[in-house]
T-cell receptor
Framework: SAVISQKPSRDICQRGTSLTIQCQVDSQVTMMFWYRQQPGQSLTLIATANQGSEATYESGFVIDKFPISRPNLTFSTLTVSNMSPEDSSIYLC???????????FGQGTRLTVV | AQSVAQPEDQVNVAEGNPLTVKCTYSVSGNPYLFWYVQYPNRGLQFLLKYITGDNLVKGSYGFEAEFNKSQTSFHLKKPSALVSDSALYFCAVRDGNPSGNTPLVFGKGTRLSVIA
C-alpha cells in the first residue's frame, strides 16, 4: 500500500493570491496525479506529474494556472495561482500502485477563495 | 480514452430494501474498476474493486458489485440498505496497464439517499 500525506488540509485564501499544496508519498512512485473536485461534483484530473519532466495537463487546465513540481519520486506540489472564487474546490493527489491494481488518495485540500 | 457513466444523479431507497447504483464504462483493453464512497466533508473511501477473476466482487460495509463484460457494466449493490449508507458514490476505471502510469477516471457520482 501507499500512504499519502497531503497538506494543508484546508485553507481560506484571498482572491489574486496563490496556494501551494504538497503531497508526500511513503514509497517511490513513477507518476502522481492531481485532481480537482468542485462542490458537489466528481473528481476531474488536472495533470499527471512525472519526476524529471514537465507535467502533462488535461484539457482545460494550463501550467500557468496550476504549476506542478515533482522534484523526486516521493513528493509533488500543485500551486493554484491567481485564485478566484471559482477555484474553490477540493484538490487531491493520487498514486497508483501494486501493478496498477490499487489507487491511493491524499485526504484532500479544501480550498475556499474569498 | 477511458470513460465512466453513472446514469443516475440520485438514487432513493427505503431502509432495508436492496439498492443498486449503476455504472457503465469504456476502456481499451481490460478494465480495472473501482467504487468509492464519500461522506459529507470527508475524503474518498475505497469500497471494492474488480481486477480479474470472479465477476462478483464483495467489498466493505456489505457492498458488492458485479462485473459484466458484455454490458460493460459494474453496478454496485447491497441487499439491505441502511440510513448510514446515504452518501455520494463514485465509480472509476483505469485501463489494465500494470505500469501505474495511467490515472483513474471517475464517473460524475450518484447520491444515494436511504430513507428510514
Amino acid at each position: 500500500s501507499a500512504v499519502i500525506s497531503q497538506k494543508p488540509s484546508r485553507d481560506i485564501c484571498q482572491r489574486g493570491t496563490s496556494l501551494t499544496i504538497q503531497c508526500q508519498v511513503d514509497s517511490q512512485v513513477t507518476m502522481m496525479f492531481w485532481y480537482r473536485q468542485q462542490p458537489g461534483q466528481s473528481l476531474t484530473l488536472i495533470a499527471t506529474a512525472n519526476q524529471g519532466s514537465e507535467a502533462t495537463y488535461e484539457s482545460g487546465f494550463v501550467i500557468d494556472k496550476f504549476p506542478i513540481s515533482r522534484p523526486n519520486l516521493t513528493f509533488s506540489t500543485l500551486t493554484v495561482s491567481n485564485m478566484s472564487p471559482e477555484d474553490s474546490s477540493i484538490y487531491l493527489c493520487s498514486v497508483v500502485a501494486n501493478w496498477g491494481t490499487e489507487a491511493f488518495f491524499g485526504q484532500g485540500t479544501r480550498l475556499t477563495v474569498v | 480514452a477511458q470513460s465512466v457513466a453513472q446514469p443516475e444523479d440520485q438514487v432513493n431507497v427505503a431502509e432495508g430494501n436492496p439498492l443498486t447504483v449503476k455504472c457503465t464504462y469504456s476502456v481499451s483493453g481490460n478494465p480495472y474498476l473501482f467504487w468509492y464512497v464519500q461522506y459529507p466533508n470527508r475524503g474518498l473511501q475505497f469500497l471494492l474493486k474488480y481486477i480479474t477473476g470472479d465477476n462478483l466482487v464483495k467489498g466493505s460495509y456489505g457492498f458488492e458489485a458485479e462485473f459484466n463484460k458484455s454490458q460493460t457494466s459494474f453496478h454496485l449493490k447491497k441487499p439491505s440498505a441502511l440510513v448510514s449508507d446515504s452518501a455520494l458514490y463514485f465509480c472509476a476505471v483505469r485501463d489494465g496497464n500494470p505500469s501505474g502510469n495511467t490515472p483513474l477516471v471517475f464517473g460524475k457520482g450518484t447520491r444515494l439517499s436511504v430513507i428510514a
